[in-house]
């Protein structure tokens, strides 16, 4: 089971199976440890021990708690700000999470009192109380990465290591960009399809490129043949004094050979563009 990550409105996302260390029910407090340092994630991310330390003390009265990343009113706040935000050493956490994370260094931990008074902020801690709702994801840049190369079983993938982050917000979520896993024949799915996707995205690119090309040279074809259009009469006249003179200037390219071409380019632009 890994963290998910995705990107969204220029910040990045990740969403985390998150543990409940605790819940009050009369003061609608929730404890939470929403990240997990040293294993790699869905987006092939390591987030490093130290990397929350400036964001807490910075921003930490300043991190909203939204529901689901929604942002569009005010509404969507939940809860407080966060009681308290701090980063948990590996001995720190909660045996389940070690068993579920083995590889784990640390975590990120929040205690949040959500806005009981309210019924967005009551709906949401009876979800999280029920356990309806199990995953937390925070919203955050990335200020400080460096990049290694590291093996997956038998493949090689380039890692970014999260080394300070710059947090905004974090959610309660149903489930993160991509589903939540259990078991690694469910992983290796979810890595095809992430693959899938890419290859896609960049076929999709490479294609809009050549249409751009295509069309550059379709604009250039038709300027010609502007060109030639409107020839005529000078250079009519200039090709009746030289043929007195026994010597003229070079034809310029007939209209059909132009057309023909352009019409090349509009059929292979046609093609590239088809749904």
């Known amino acids: 089971m890994t963290e998910q990550y995705e990107r ?25 440890v929403f990240a997990v340092f040293g294993n790699i994630d869905g987006g092939d991310d390591i987030i490093h021990p130290g990397s929350f ?13 939204l529901d689901h990343h929604n942002a569009s009113s005010i509404m969507n ?12 050493r590996r001995d720190e956490l909660p045996q389940e999470l070690l068993q579920q994370y083995p590889e784990a260094t640390g975590g990120a931990y929040a205690k949040v009192r959500m806005l009981m008074d ?22 955050y840049d990335a200020l400080d990465v ?3 190369k590291m093996m ?28 939540a896993t259990t078991t690694l024949g469910a992983k290796d799915a979810d ?5 899938k996707t890419e290859a896609e995205d960049a076929t999709h690119a490479r294609k809009q490129a050549l249409v751009e090309s295509l069309r550059a040279a379709l604009a250039e074809a038709e300027a010609l043949m502007a060109d030639v259009s409107d020839a005529p009469a000078e250079d ?15 034809p310029p390219p007939t209209l059909t050979d132009t057309e023909r071409e352009r019409l090349e380019l509009l059929s292979q632009i046609e093609q590239l563009t088809e749904v």
């Open 8 to 32: 969204h409105e220029g910040h990045e996302y990740k969403s985390f199976p998150a543990l409940e260390t605790g819940t009050d029910e009369a003061q609608g407090i929730v404890e939470t």
């Open 53 to 65: 330390t400036k964001t807490f003390v910075e921003r930490g009265r300043k991190v909203k708690v």
């Open 77 to 88: 706040v939940i809860a407080e700000p966060p009681l308290a935000l701090r980063e948990l």
């Open 118 to 139: 309210t019924p967005e902020g009551n709906g949401s801690f009876i979800r999280l109380r029920a356990k309806a709702v199990d995953e937390w994801s925070f919203g």
């Open 146 to 148: 460096d990049y290694t």
């Open 152 to 179: 997956r079983g038998d493949k090689e993938i380039t890692v970014r290591n999260l080394r300070t982050i710059k947090l905004y917000e974090l959610s309660p979520v149903i489930w993160g960009m991509n589903s």
């Open 191 to 195: 890595d095809k399809a992430a693959m």
């Open 236 to 250: 009519a006249g200039r090709e009746e004094n030289a043929d007195d003179q026994g010597a003229g200037p070079e």
